[in-house]
Structure formats: structure tokens, C-alpha cells
């Protein structure tokens, strides 16, 4: 079993295509590429956990009929577009507004808002958020999960520990601490 992270899919919100400006001539488009790519990746008895902002727009069946095209077995944490038909949609093995776990051996405090401090940050935990749609500049041991930063696709923990890789040579600024 893999355990995968994701949020922000925005399924059936049409200002994932005009604010979020993502590559897609419609939204049935928008929906049946992000469905593909979480199944292509995300194996049914594989963990998600999805940070918020599942769906808006779309009537409760049709959230319904996406939430079971989707494999795994899948945890929202609630996001500030998550309605009614999203929170109330079977399929979702959990449903809240936070969470802490660990996934081999790491730490992880879960919410859809990016947090200034977290429990657990002076001891290595990692915060995961999605809602900024890859717009916050990166803070140490903090990372945005959301479809948009991360190729329209739930990512893994390594996935997520390498993200930022590429800046670990570079000096940091005066006062800063450097990426962990």
C-alpha cells in the first residue's frame, strides 16, 4: 500500500479552467484527465488523502459518480469549497477538518490552509495544505500538495520530500534557516 496526497481538484468548477488557468479546453476535459490521472497513479488499495476543495459546482449525483471512479481509500480533509454533496458523498473512508499522521516514520499535521507553525514543527514534522494553488513561497518542512503545483496529480512522501530538491545548494537568506 501507497499512501498519496493531493487537493485542490476543483472537480466540476469552471474557475479551475479561467482562475487557476489550467490547460483544458472544457471542464468535462478538466474532470476526465484529473480522474485518469489519480487512477493511473492511486491503486485501490492504496491510501489518499485529499486536502480540500474536492468538487463545486456539480449536483450531488454527479460528485458522487466521480468520488467512486476514483481509487483508494480516500480522506478529505474539508477545504473551504467543500459542500454539502462533497462532506455528505459515500466514499470517503474519513472527513474532517485536520489531521496528524505518520506515514514511514514521518510526521505529517494535514489541514487544507498552510499554517505559520504546526504541532510537531520544531520536531520535524511536515505540514501539507493544499488551497493556495502553488502561489505561497515554500517555508521549511511545509508543502502545498494541490493538483496545481504538482502536475495535476496526487503525489507520494517521496514525491513530496524531493519537491524542492533542486534548493538545497543554495545559499539561504540572512536569518533564514535552510530547507531540512
Not at 80 to 97: C, F, K, Q
Not at 134 to 144: A, C, E, K, M
Request: charged fraction near 20%; include cysteine.
Amino acid at each position: 500500500m501507497t499512501v498519496f496526497f493531493t487537493s485542490d481538484t476543483h472537480f466540476g468548477d469552471t474557475r479551475a479552467l479561467r482562475i487557476d488557468k489550467r490547460p483544458f479546453a472544457s471542464l468535462a476535459e478538466h474532470d476526465a484527465v484529473l480522474i485518469a490521472n489519480w487512477n493511473e497513479r492511486v491503486g485501490a488499495a492504496d491510501e489518499i488523502w485529499h486536502l480540500g476543495d474536492f468538487a463545486l459546482g456539480p449536483p450531488p449525483e454527479r460528485v458522487r459518480a466521480i468520488l467512486a471512479a476514483l481509487n483508494g481509500r480516500k480522506h478529505l480533509i474539508v477545504g473551504n469549497n467543500d459542500g454539502p454533496a462533497t462532506l455528505e458523498a459515500p466514499g470517503w473512508d474519513s472527513v474532517g477538518h485536520y489531521a496528524e499522521i505518520t506515514v514511514d516514520g514521518r510526521r505529517f499535521v494535514l489541514c487544507h490552509y498552510a499554517f505559520r507553525t504546526w504541532n510537531g514543527t520544531g520536531r520535524g514534522a511536515l505540514n501539507l495544505h493544499g488551497h493556495s494553488h502553488g502561489r505561497l513561497t515554500p517555508i521549511p518542512r511545509q508543502y502545498d500538495v494541490g493538483v496545481d503545483p504538482q502536475g495535476l496529480r496526487p503525489v507520494t512522501l517521496a514525491e513530496i520530500l524531493v519537491s524542492r530538491r533542486g534548493r538545497r545548494g543554495m545559499p539561504s537568506a540572512p536569518g533564514k534557516n535552510a530547507e531540512p
